[in-house]
């Protein structure tokens, strides 16, 4: 059999240097690199489509996170969706597709015990595989445990984790879910295509008093990728026994993107007195959660009580802009590229 005809070279996005300001092209290099070569244990795949999401932002300057900071003069890496081309020593065939964690690139050298098999069954697009859901159905299910009748409030909303969590939220009971965006446009989808009762519009004011008009009783849950003033005005409106999940800090973010971290003053007053948890999380301590996700993700899918909200940019190039647009707040859900 004749061995398999790829192309000598791939390119690469690489980190040129760490990014402590508003991101600009200078934070990124194309590299144009030798066609990494399997070996048993590995398998060679073609990248078909990459996931960019908000946390890559602060993974440019080294901050302390969950996962490894990208390093200058190294590929950025991310979560993709790609087709097995070579596959030595078995587990894996040539046309599979696979899940893995080595995007910004046009072809991947992936661990094979790191490589995830997607099953063409499982969710209508394939694409659906790069969304932050499991994120929201963690944080609520796990961490917020949302309940029957809770009024649930969501920080960015129109992100990748909101879209979903909104959803979920009421999927899961919720009697009324509010949201937090910074456009009117985006609310205005929140409402009429995601399901959300209401929307606290950053920028149009402080948000303590939005969020009580638009939760006179208070809330039971949060759901928080921002941070800052709007962490501390869900405590100002948490009902006793309130559940805060806490998924990112995107204040020290949006808009210019400087900054690494979102300091924030909570009165421990109310937390003591209102025996409010607070919980970070992240879907990688929870390895079992993937294949929990899928399945309700699927169902939703093909019943239509579920929306995946993306936009999709074609070709890796366009990935550097993919994600400062992504930072500036210019897309509304996950933002996916194709190779």
Do not use: C
């Not at 990208?70 to 046309?95: H, N, S, T, Y």
């Not at 995007?103 to 595989?129: C, K, Q």
């Amino acid at each position: 059999m004749a061995a398999p005809v790829h192309p000598a070279t791939h390119r690469e996005i690489r980190l040129a240097a760490r990014a402590d300001g508003a991101l600009t092209p200078d934070h990124f290099t194309v590299a144009d690199t030798p066609l990494p070569v399997p070996a048993p244990g590995t398998v060679l795949v073609r990248n078909r489509i990459m996931a960019v999401t908000a946390v890559m932002r602060t993974m440019m300057t080294g901050a302390e996170l969950p996962m490894p900071s990208f390093v200058p003069g190294r590929a950025l890496w991310g979560a993709a969706i790609g087709e097995v081309v070579e596959a030595p020593g078995g587990g894996f065939a040539p046309g599979d597709l696979v899940r893995h964690d080595l995007g910004w690139r046009e072809y991947a050298l992936v661990d094979a015990a790191r490589a995830h098999r997607i099953a063409p069954e499982a969710l209508p697009d394939p694409a659906a595989h790069l969304s932050q859901g499991a994120t929201a159905w963690g944080a609520l299910v796990r961490i917020a445990q949302v309940r029957p009748g809770d009024t649930v409030f969501i920080t960015g909303a129109a992100g990748g984790v909101g879209s979903l969590a909104g959803q979920l939220a009421r999927r899961l009971g919720a009697r009324r879910v509010i949201g937090s965006t910074g456009s009117e446009s985006k609310a205005e989808y929140l409402v009429k295509e995601l399901g959300y009762d209401e929307v606290v519009l950053r920028g149009a004011g402080p948000v303590g008093p939005q969020l009580r008009k638009a939760a006179p009783n208070g809330i039971d849950v949060l759901l928080d990728t921002v941070g800052g003033e709007q962490l501390a005005a869900a405590l100002e409106s948490a009902r006793t026994g309130a559940r805060f999940a806490l998924v990112g800090a995107l204040s020290a973010q949006l808009g210019t993107g400087d900054g690494i971290t979102a300091p924030v003053e909570l009165d421990a007053g109310l937390v003591v007195s209102r025996r409010v948890t607070l919980r970070g999380f992240s879907v990688r301590d929870h390895a079992d959660l993937a294949q929990e996700w899928t399945e309700e993700f699927g169902r939703g899918l093909r019943d239509g009580t579920l929306i995946f909200a993306h936009s999709r940019l074609r070709g890796l190039d366009q990935a550097p802009e993919a994600l400062r647009e992504l930072v500036q707040g210019d897309h509304t859900g996950a933002v996916l590229v194709e190779l």
